[in-house]
């Protein structure tokens, strides 16, 4: 497994696991960021932070710190 950090703009994935707990996970989900689901990275900002991606339709940004949380599966 690698992480949603570690996808370059252009690629797709999808989620296998929510690696944190708590609150974060709670928004993390909220957001549509569930297992199964394909997320596509569409660009990052110019010093690398933040990311945005697509999924379920709309555009997420996302820090990397929180990326980094998502495990993803080819």
Do not use: H
Request: proline share 5%; aromatic share 4%; charged share 30%.
């Amino acid at each position: 497994m690698f992480t949603l950090k570690d996808l370059k703009p252009g690629q797709k994935a999808c989620v296998g696991a929510i690696a944190v707990e708590g609150l974060m996970r709670r928004k993390l989900m909220d957001m549509g960021v569930t297992p199964g689901v394909e997320i596509e990275v569409n660009k990052t900002a110019p010093f690398g932070d933040p990311i945005e991606v697509r999924l379920r339709g709309y555009a997420l940004s996302l820090r990397k710190k929180d990326a980094e949380n998502i495990l993803m599966v080819q």
